[in-house]
């Protein structure tokens, strides 16, 4: 091993290995990762960081806090927070926790970053500008939105570009996939609540039957894509929970649809969103109910900068080899909370696939997920090839 860089990166692994278990082990939902929080901080300071807390449980560090701030300076991000989901492997670092489990792998995402602190760590004195880890929590859930806060406290001042990255089975393992612009869905939650009259099921004349309302409703959603706006577009409205009643012989009095909207292109969900609103208030009109729709929280699109995203693809181009990278696939109808850094300075966020090639491995949010460790050196190569890279570019200019 002549590159004492790669040597390095090697005697590193089995550590952040360990590291990625025990996080496994040791899940945290999203704005509660105390846990993790002391573990990442407590590395950080090791390796010479003056980390500070941001957005309650996440972490900001600078490799240089002193940068003066003409120098370029590029931020990382890894994720911290689990799903609430059950832990169906037998995996000796199985979650502890019932409930709470790292079905995403941003475990692994943290023990990638914890890398490429300790890597930069080791050669500070050579980088061209000034690098910024972001240890965020609550990306999970439209309602984490973890990012968001970040950017609202400041995370990214003085930050030229920002860049982040994800494991997906989906794709084969140790290939890259990037694109320029959208590159993950605006994902709306979709709570939609129909209030009726309830009553005696043998009477359902004096009643406002809002499963009856309910259930239209779920039909008649189904032409907003297609009769409401096009289905070339890559719009989807699903329909993923109904809930009513406790009975078998009362007619409830109100009726719940829980589901989701996902488009490519902000104009066509606020079609999507006005054209739900007037199918409702139709269905109301016909059954004589009160139809409520709730705020559509959620994350907007995802968009990678052309010149970031460009430059993801040379790096991995030179990390996994030309015919490795592409953008098969692209963009993803998930939402990813990474689109608020990006919209804040430009930014790209891109996948290591992490599949088998028979198409078996189980995908993020599976209960039998769990992140493929050979991806910690391919995730710390990326990120260490983009700072080398675009500081030297963005320094050079
Ligand atoms: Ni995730």
């Excluded at 500070?52 to 560090?61: E, K, S």
């Excluded at 309830?198 to 894509?225: F, K, M, N, W, Y």
């Excluded at 490519?264 to 269905?283: K, N, Q, W, Y």
Aim: proline letters at 7%; a negative charge.
């Amino acid at each position: 091993m002549s590159d004492p860089s790669a040597e390095g990166l090697l005697a590193l692994l089995p550590r952040l290995r360990e590291i990625r278990h025990d996080l496994h082990q040791h899940p945290e939902l999203g704005f509660e990762e105390h846990r993790t929080q002391g573990i990442v901080g407590a590395w950080l300071r090791e390796h010479g960081y003056q980390p500070r807390d941001c957005a309650g449980t996440g972490l900001v560090a600078d490799l240089h806090p002193q940068a003066d701030p003409d120098a370029p300076c590029i931020a990382l991000r890894a994720d911290l927070d689990c799903l609430p989901m059950h832990e169906a492997t037998d995996l000796p670092y199985r979650s502890v926790h019932e409930g709470r489990a790292h079905k995403c792998g941003h475990d692994g995402h943290t023990a990638i970053l914890m890398g490429v602190a300790a890597r930069l760590a080791a050669q500070r004195e050579r980088l061209a500008g000034n690098v910024r880890l972001l240890f965020q929590p609550a990306e999970e859930g439209v309602r984490g939105g973890g990012a968001r806060v970040m950017v609202a406290e400041g995370a990214l001042a003085g930050v030229a570009e920002v860049y982040g990255l994800h494991n997906w089975p989906s794709f084969p393992r140790g290939h890259v996939r990037v694109r320029s612009g959208a590159m993950m869905a605006d994902a709306r939650r979709l709570e939609i609540v129909v209030h009726g009259t309830g009553g005696h099921a043998s009477e359902p004349e004096r009643c406002r039957d809002p499963i009856v309302a309910a259930a239209h409703l779920v039909v008649a959603l189904q032409t907003v894509v297609s009769r409401g706006v096009g289905s070339h577009g890559g719009a989807v409205v699903s329909i993923c929970r109904v809930a009513a009643g406790d009975a078998h012989n009362v007619i409830p009095d109100r009726a719940e649809l829980w589901g989701t909207v996902r488009t490519f292109d902000p104009a066509v969900t606020e079609r999507v969103l006005e054209r739900i609103e007037e199918v409702a208030t139709g269905i109301a009109a016909a059954f004589g109910v009160r139809v409520e729709l709730l705020p559509p929280e959620g994350y907007p699109l995802l968009v990678n900068a052309p010149r970031c995203a460009d430059a993801v693809r040379r790096v991995a181009e030179r990390v996994v080899g030309p015919s490795r990278v592409g953008d098969e696939g692209l963009p993803l109808g998930a939402g990813e909370d990474f689109a608020y850094l990006a919209q804040a300075v430009p930014g790209a966020y891109f996948f290591l696939g992490a599949g088998d090639p028979a198409g078996t491995t189980p995908g993020c949010h599976h209960p039998d997920f769990d992140f493929d460790d050979e991806l910690i050196p391919l995730g710390i190569e990326m990120f260490l090839g983009l700072v080398d890279d675009r500081l030297r570019e963005l320094s050079a200019q």
